[in-house]
Structures are given as C-alpha cells and as structure tokens.
C-alpha cells in the first residue's frame, strides 16, 4: 500500500481518511496527575478521578501502536508559568475549587509547570523524540506554537485522545479543525467526569456530517493501521 493513500477507518458518522506514512499524529491531551489521581486540580473541583482511569490503557495501546511505527506523538499538559502571567483572572476564580490554580495541593502547586501534580502519569510518560508540550489554555494551540511545529512534521491528520472529553480534548480539537487538521476521536481512549458530557461531545463532533470530526472505538483504529515493521532487540 502507498503512503499517500488514505486507509479508510470505520468510524462515526462515515469512514475517517487515516493519513498513514507519519502524516497523523496521536495526540495525548492532559492525562496529568492533577486529573487522574487524588489530591489534584479535578479532585480540587469536586471531580471523581476515577471516572478517567479507564482511558488509561486504549491510551497506552495507541501510544505501543504510534512508537511502533515511529509516527509522530503529542502530549500536552495544562500547565502555568510559576508566576501565573499567562493564567488570567477568568480562569483562576472561576469557580469554588477547594484549592485554585496556583495553590499547593498534596502534588506541589495545581498546574504550575515542573509540578509533581502537573507531570503526565507514568504509565503514559512522554519517550524521547515525542513532542510534549504545555499549555496555558483549554485548547492545545493556544499559546504554544504547536501548529508550526505540526506542519514542520508534515502532520495533517490528528488522532485524539486524553481528558476530559468535552472541556481541553473538544476545545483543541474544535481549534485543530480550523486549522485544517482531519480530526478522529477515540472513544474508550478519552474520558469526562461526566459521563452524559461525552456522550453529548461525541455527538456534537461527529453531528451534521462529521462538523468537527469523526469518532472511533481504539480496537477499530489499531486493527486497521498498516503493519508495523518489527524492530528485532538490539537493532
Ligand atoms: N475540569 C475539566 O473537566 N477539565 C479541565 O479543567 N482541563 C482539561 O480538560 N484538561
């Protein structure tokens, strides 16, 4: 098969164009201590974390998948500068949290970079070579410059994955697709602590003819992907 061919991948509502060769990227939104354990952010804003642990390994089988390949990766983690220049006011008070952005939890300060909260867990932690970024923002293109770096790659398609569904993985999925990005979301791979608030994100993506993108169980995803060529130990 050529790397310029679409490989159409069943999904939600028709079958998603998968770019293969390198030209789309798994994308890893937030899947950061301070929203998957206790003792962080989304437990500060009365969340039940456990409601995310379940995207934990469709996300490490996609992730096995990309590495395989070598097909380029994304993480990103909602993360401010210690001094909370880029954190304004509409975000820091928003709300009753137990403890805000800023403040020290029991994992150092909620999402301040270089935090032991704000760090992606260890059973997803970044390789070498992937690109881990974070970013002040709900959507992963605020900010970051990671648009630029995308088109560096020759990256055109993005696969989406991580928490929650409908606040950071919507919004930078909302922002890929005006930047021209052909959007998948994985199901089982993205997670809210709201469960009719997924069920309702995965409708409005894929409503009015895949308006925002499509959506796609992981086992569809990987049973579809070109083989991988298999890397002997020591090679
Ligand atoms: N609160 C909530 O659902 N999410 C966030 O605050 N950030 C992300 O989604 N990463």
Same mark, same amino acid.
């Given at each position: @098969? =050529?790397?310029d061919e679409?490989? /159409?991948?069943?999904?939600? /509502?028709?079958?998603?164009p998968?770019?293969?060769?390198?030209?789309?990227?798994?994308?890893v939104?937030? @899947?950061q201590?301070?929203? #998957?354990?206790p003792g962080?952010?989304g437990a !500060?804003l009365?969340?039940?974390? !456990?409601?995310l642990?379940?995207?934990?390994?469709?996300?490490a089988?996609?992730l096995?998948?990309?590495?395989?390949?070598?097909? /380029?990766?994304?993480?990103?983690?909602?993360?401010?500068?210690p001094?909370l220049?880029d954190c304004?006011?509409a975000?820091?008070?928003?709300?009753?949290? !137990?403890?805000?952005?800023? +403040? %020290?939890?029991?994992?150092?300060?909620?999402?301040v970079?270089?935090?032991?909260?704000t !760090?992606?867990?260890p059973a997803?932690?970044?390789q070498?070579?992937?690109?881990a970024?974070?970013k002040?923002?709900?959507?992963m293109?605020w900010? %970051?410059?990671?648009?630029?770096?995308l088109?560096?790659?020759?990256?055109?398609?993005? #696969?989406f994955?991580?928490?929650?569904? +409908?606040?950071c993985?919507q919004?930078? @999925?909302?922002?890929a697709?005006?930047?021209?990005?052909?959007?998948?979301?994985? +199901?089982?791979?993205? +997670?809210s602590y709201? /469960?009719?608030f997924k069920?309702?994100?995965?409708? @409005?993506?894929?409503?009015?003819?895949?308006?925002?993108?499509?959506?796609t169980?992981s086992?569809?995803l990987?049973?579809?992907?070109p083989? =991988?060529?298999?890397?002997?130990?020591?090679?």
């Open positions: @098969m =050529s790397d679409p490989i /159409p991948i069943a999904a939600t /509502p028709f079958p998603y998968f770019a293969p060769g390198g030209r789309t990227a798994l994308v939104i937030d @899947m201590r301070d929203f #998957v354990e962080g952010f !500060s009365g969340n039940d974390v !456990s409601l642990h379940t995207a934990i390994e469709p996300i089988a996609l096995a998948a990309w590495r395989a390949r070598g097909w /380029p990766v994304v993480h990103t983690r909602e993360a401010h500068l001094d220049s304004p006011p975000k820091r008070l928003r709300g009753a949290p !137990s403890l805000r952005i800023g +403040e %020290t939890g029991t994992m150092g300060r909620l999402l970079r270089g935090e032991p909260g !760090s992606i867990i997803l932690a970044p070498r070579g992937e690109l970024i974070d002040p923002g709900k959507g293109f900010a %970051t410059g990671l648009h630029e770096m088109q560096a790659l020759g990256v055109t398609h993005l #696969v994955t991580g928490v929650t569904t +409908e606040v993985v919004t930078s @999925m909302r922002e697709n005006d930047r021209g990005y052909d959007c998948l979301l994985v +199901e089982d791979a993205t +997670e709201f /469960p009719e069920a309702a994100a995965l409708a @409005m993506i894929a409503a009015q003819g895949a308006i925002v993108g499509w959506h169980p086992a569809a990987l049973a579809a992907l083989a =991988s060529a298999v890397k002997s130990p020591g090679a």
